[in-house]
Nanobody
Framework: QVQLVESGGGSVQPGGSLRLSCVAS????????MSWYRQVPGKQRELVAS????????NYVDPVKGRFAISRINAENTVYLQMSSLKPEDTAVYYC???????????WGQGTQVTVSS
């Protein structure tokens, strides 16, 4: 059974930092492109960052460039999202997604809430 389990969410003041983790099981982790998405109520889930299967390439959406960093440790089946200089507009449920490099199948985690508020 495939599972992606996120953790590390919480409440933080503007300017603060959080590190999200996503641990995968049931897949050959090193063959999956991993991504972080976020979603606020009433809006579509949006891509935040992604990292290649080997960890050599990473991509970010413009609103988080320079503030967020995605990384992975394949030996631990874990992908991270280090979030710094957090803003209220970063408030969302953050989801981990894994998609095999061939494009199929893909899996989602259950999400973790991040709240940025003073």
């Amino acid at each position: 059974q495939v599972q992606l389990v996120e953790s590390g969410g919480g409440s933080v003041q503007p300017g603060g930092s959080l590190r999200l983790s996503c641990v995968a099981s049931g897949i050959i982790f090193s063959t999956y492109i991993m991504s972080w998405y976020r979603q606020v109520p009433g809006k579509q889930r949006e891509l935040v960052a992604s990292i290649g299967a080997s960890g050599e390439t990473a991509n970010y959406v413009d609103p988080v460039k320079g503030r967020f960093a995605i990384s992975r440790i394949n030996a631990e089946n874990t992908v991270y999202l280090q979030m710094s200089s957090l803003k209220p507009e970063d408030t969302a449920v953050y989801y981990c997604k894994g998609v095999r490099v061939s494009g199929d199948p893909f899996y989602w985690g259950q999400g973790t809430q991040v709240t940025v508020s003073s």
